[in-house]
């Protein structure tokens, strides 16, 4: 299964950045997008410690397939940020140095354990698709529509692979139950966090937030649907089924 993924982070990570040539935009939408991606470019490359913690990890549902697949999609966050960084300079903006949400995501991630960091890094990936699906519909045909179109697929396949990781490690009730409880705390936290920070980028573009939380929760649940009870999802057998069987809540 580790093998599939890591083949694909492998082909991922040869693509170049995509172009990132900003539309034209009123003056207030303008401010509170480059606020926006400032925020989740900060938050984009500060995984490299997990990366780190992987090789001393050991579980049997894991194998080196699986950390150097772990290794490469924390290389592809990387490649998001400077995608990112390249997006401000078209905007005009400036990166930051840091951000009260990026903050609490890291002190929440290096106070855990790794699964528990898995876990945040998860409902990190739910915000993101929501976030910058969201954006992508708001925006006209541009540069940067296209490269938040790129990085909404990437995260697609991120959440995926996160979620193939908990399939694989959640086979007891014990363990169901924990990460049910876990994930519903996390992502829910992590969605009212960014809904917080976000409200003048959404306010900005008429993105009503309830919108916003409906499609993040459709994720949300389809995630533990897919954790706890693969045998319901046709698609759950494979690690990496097309279509992703995240995109219907994505679409909805």
Not at 65 to 79: I, M, Q, W
Not at 163 to 168: I, L
């Amino acid at each position: 299964m580790w093998t599939e993924w890591r083949r694909h982070f492998e082909f991922t990570a040869t693509r170049p950045l995509p172009g990132t040539e900003a539309p034209e935009l009123p003056a207030d939408q303008w401010a509170a997008l480059s606020r926006s991606l400032a925020i989740f470019q900060a938050g984009e490359g500060g995984e490299g410690r997990i990366a780190k913690d992987i090789d001393t990890f050991e579980q049997p549902w894991i194998d080196e397939d699986y950390r150097a697949a772990l290794k490469l999609f924390v290389r592809e966050e990387g490649r998001h940020a400077r995608i990112l960084t390249n997006a401000l300079g078209e905007l005009g903006g400036k990166t930051l140095n840091e951000n009260w949400t990026e903050r609490l995501f890291l002190y929440g991630r290096r106070a855990m354990g790794i699964e528990l960091k898995l876990t945040v890094l998860t409902a990190a990936e739910v915000v993101g698709i929501t976030f910058y699906g969201e954006l992508m519909k708001a925006l006209p045909e541009c540069g940067l529509k296209s490269a938040l179109g790129q990085l909404c697929e990437d995260e697609t396949e991120h959440l995926a692979f996160h979620t193939a990781y908990f399939r694989a490690a959640t086979q007891t009730q014990l363990r169901k139950r924990a990460f049910s409880v876990a994930w519903r705390t996390i992502a829910s936290a992590a969605l009212s966090v960014v809904l917080l920070d976000h409200l003048a980028t959404l306010r900005a573009f008429r993105i009503p937030p309830d919108a916003v939380a409906a499609r993040s929760w459709a994720l949300i649940r389809e995630v533990e649907r897919n954790v706890l009870y693969p045998s319901s999802s046709p698609s759950a057998a494979e690690p990496r089924a097309k279509p992703n069987r995240f995109r219907s809540a994505l679409a909805a």
